[in-house]
């Protein structure tokens, strides 16, 4: 046993290709989120029970009771807390389709996109299917429900970045320190407030892009 429990998996570009097409074979390292099985109705935060609740304790203990020989072996294995996705060289419809199934492992699934990618644009060029990697729009599933995960437009961000707009998560500041937010604090975007706005279900970095010059 490596001693690993918890996981950040974060993929750039192709990388999220990589993995996701070869989760349905790696899943089995990670433990799936407790919430899955528990009811519908049930309160709780992140897949933890309330233990303020000695009640609903007593409940959930009862109803989960069959569960405990899989919960144990779940414990022991890698709990995945972050999903992380930037400019990701992913298909929209086909993470449409794996986003229930990554959500049953996963609690925070965070996409960072442009508009201005070069070489998401390229791909489409090739592929002719849209892709996560510029999508700057709330994802829709097959009921035409929005899918529960953040969606960053970074196309505002224009320091230390090349003209292809692809590859500078780690060199570009508001973006280091959004994933560190995002890794250590555990935030949402709707939480991270002092660096995000909510643009309608996409968020946007609080800064002025270098073409306003006068405000």
Same mark, same amino acid.
């Given at each position: 046993m490596?001693g690993?429990r918890?996981l +950040?998996?974060?993929? *750039? @570009?192709?990388?999220?290709r990589?993995?996701l097409?070869?989760f349905?074979?790696?899943k089995? &390292?990670f433990?799936k ?13 992140e897949? +933890? ?5 000695p @009640? *609903?304790?007593?409940g959930l ?7 405990e020989?899989?919960m ?9 807390? /972050?999903?992380?996705l930037?400019?990701p !060289?992913?298909e ?6 794996d +986003?229930?199934e990554l959500r049953s492992?996963?609690?925070?699934i965070? &996409?960072?996109? !442009?508009h201005?990618?070069q070489?998401?644009?390229?791909a489409?060029?090739?592929t ?5 990697g ?6 829709l !599933? /097959?009921?035409?429900s929005?899918?529960?995960?953040d969606i960053i437009d970074?196309?505002?961000l %224009?320091? /230390?970045?090349?003209e292809?707009? *692809? @590859?500078?998560?780690? $060199?570009?500041?508001l ?5 560190w %937010?995002l890794?250590v604090?555990g935030?949402?975007?709707e ?6 706005k909510?643009?309608?279900r $996409?968020?946007?970095?609080t800064?002025?892009?270098?073409s &306003?010059v006068?405000v």
């Amino acid at each position: 046993m490596s001693g690993i429990r918890q996981l +950040h998996v974060l993929c *750039h @570009s192709m990388g999220t290709r990589f993995f996701l097409r070869s989760f349905p074979i790696i899943k089995k &390292v990670f433990a799936k989120r407790f919430v899955d099985v528990l009811s519908p109705n049930t309160s709780f935060n992140e897949g +933890h029970i309330p233990e303020d609740n000695p @009640s *609903h304790m007593d409940g959930l203990r009862r109803s989960t009771s069959y569960l405990e020989s899989p919960m144990k072996e779940d414990e022991r294995k890698i709990h995945m807390v /972050n999903l992380i996705l930037l400019n990701p !060289d992913y298909e929209i419809e086909t993470f449409r389709n794996d +986003h229930s199934e990554l959500r049953s492992y996963c609690s925070r699934i965070t &996409v960072y996109a !442009d508009h201005r990618d070069q070489a998401i644009r390229l791909a489409f060029k090739m592929t002719q299917k849209a892709s996560m990697g510029n999508n700057i729009l709330p994802i829709l !599933d /097959n009921k035409g429900s929005f899918l529960d995960m953040d969606i960053i437009d970074t196309g505002d961000l %224009d320091s /230390n970045m090349s003209e292809r707009h *692809h @590859s500078f998560f780690n $060199v570009n500041r508001l973006m280091v320190d959004d994933l560190w %937010d995002l890794v250590v604090t555990g935030k949402r975007a709707e939480e991270r407030t002092s660096r995000l706005k909510n643009t309608g279900r $996409v968020y946007r970095f609080t800064i002025l892009p270098s073409s &306003v010059v006068m405000v």
